[in-house]
């Protein structure tokens, strides 16, 4: 008991500091990898862990060499199941105001009204049950996904967006990437998310706005063409049934989060320029 007290009497504010740093370290990486697969390989790591351990202590000579070259092969399968997480908290580093650079901020009248035409859009295609998925690019560009479609470079109006998804035309199975203030590319093929913890009644669709989020910042407005309800997906996370006003506000406060530095700049071109 005494050596416990002195071991907390000799801990100093640099000792505070590190353990500080270490503690914040390790509960990011429990919400970076939180609902996703590599969740699960992490408890089988833990479990493989406590079985070696166990075989140790209970002089299971076999079990235990076994358990211990399964651990070493284990930390290379480690990187290889990890890399999603890993590539996502490396673009998390990077996007830090560190190391990105500040585009022009604009006025809240011109970022309302650009808002507007993704809102009317959605909105326009939820009242007719047409299907959509459309994806605004933040700080990590996603130029890979860029190059699986179509290549549009067309201004931001509802009409575009509206006629790029109405069925049986050539453009309107896909995602419609949005860069700035730019229509980038439409019919764009997304990567699907590997959460097995989703709802059954998401689709496609809605799998694939869901993973591009995962592995960038990006945020997915999706319109279902069963329900025609309105979703939106950011950081992996999805949020169901919004209205109009709702939409206009969730996109708003990703741009310009409310009491906050804005997260990213979009650069909207003026009207009349």
Request: charged share 25%; net charge neutral; glycine share 6%.
């Amino acid at each position: 008991m005494k050596e416990i007290v002195e071991i907390f009497l000799n801990i100093g504010m640099r000792d505070i500091i590190d353990m500080a740093i270490v503690a914040f370290v390790f509960y990011k990486l429990l919400m970076l990898i939180r609902q996703t697969s590599a969740e699960q390989v992490l408890k089988g790591l833990v479990v493989l862990l406590i079985a070696t351990k166990l075989s140790e202590w209970a002089k299971l000579y076999v079990t235990n060499w076994i358990l211990k070259n399964a651990m070493t092969l284990g930390m290379i399968a480690v990187l290889i199941v990890f890399q999603p997480e890993l590539r996502r908290a490396l673009e998390h580093i990077g996007r830090t105001k560190f190391f990105t650079k500040s585009l022009v901020e604009l006025s809240d009248e011109d970022l309302d009204q650009n808002i507007s035409e993704v809102v009317e859009a959605a909105t326009y295609l939820s009242r007719n049950k047409i299907g959509a998925l459309i994806i605004i690019e933040r700080e990590t560009a996603i130029g890979d996904v860029l190059e699986t479609g179509v290549s549009i470079r067309g201004d931001i109006s509802s009409a575009l967006l509206i006629n790029i998804f109405i069925p049986n035309t050539p453009l309107h199975d896909g995602a419609v990437i949005i860069r700035e203030d730019t229509i980038m590319a439409a019919a764009c093929v997304l990567p699907l998310t590997g959460n097995p913890n989703l709802s059954k009644e998401l689709g496609t669709r809605h799998r694939a706005g869901i993973g591009i989020t995962e592995k960038s910042d990006a945020v997915a407005v999706m319109v279902s063409e069963e329900t025609g309800a309105i979703s939106v997906a950011m950081d992996g996370k999805i949020s169901r049934y919004l209205d109009a006003k709702t939409l206009r506000s969730v996109l708003r406060n990703a741009y310009k989060p409310e009491d906050e530095k804005p997260l990213f700049r979009w650069k909207w071109r003026r009207k009349n320029e």
